[in-house]
């Protein structure tokens, strides 16, 4: 896809798991870091996790420990899995893609957005 693709949202109970999915084209995936922001209700779209071309990973603190990016460079796709879900991860997730160059964690540099997908965790 020119854009990328995102999907797997949905409701668990906390504690639980869920895995989203980002499909892009060939020539974006292998060239273009892959990321991923979500946004919350009344709260402005912030950086979750960022993989660039040579599979090095990026994960905000809040994150760290719980949620896990692969890049998975046969199927031009990157999973994030998330595991102990809490009430506060609930957001809309969005995967991005922008070239290499600058800062990854940014949300201006990038160029390229999915729709989104809602992840929401009950308590």
């Known amino acids: 896809q020119v854009q990328p693709v995102e999907s797997g949202g949905g409701l668990v109970q906390a504690g639980g798991s869920l895995r989203l999915s980002c499909a892009a084209s060939?020539?974006?995936?292998?060239?273009?870091?892959m990321g991923w922001f979500r946004q919350a209700p009344g709260k402005e779209r912030e950086f979750v996790a960022a993989?660039?071309?040579?599979?090095?990973?990026y994960l905000t603190d809040s994150v760290k420990g719980r949620f896990t990016l692969s890049r998975d460079n046969a199927r031009n796709a990157v999973f994030l899995q998330m595991i102990s879900l809490k009430p506060e991860d609930t957001a809309v997730y969005y995967c991005?893609?922008?070239?290499?160059?600058?800062?990854?964690?940014?949300?201006?540099?990038?160029?390229?957005w999915g729709q989104g997908t809602q992840v929401t965790v009950s308590s």
């Open positions: 060939a020539r974006i995936f292998r060239t273009y870091v």
């Open positions: 993989s660039d071309p040579g599979g090095s990973t």
């Open positions: 991005a893609a922008k070239y290499y160059s600058g800062p990854y964690s940014q949300l201006t540099a990038y160029g390229y």
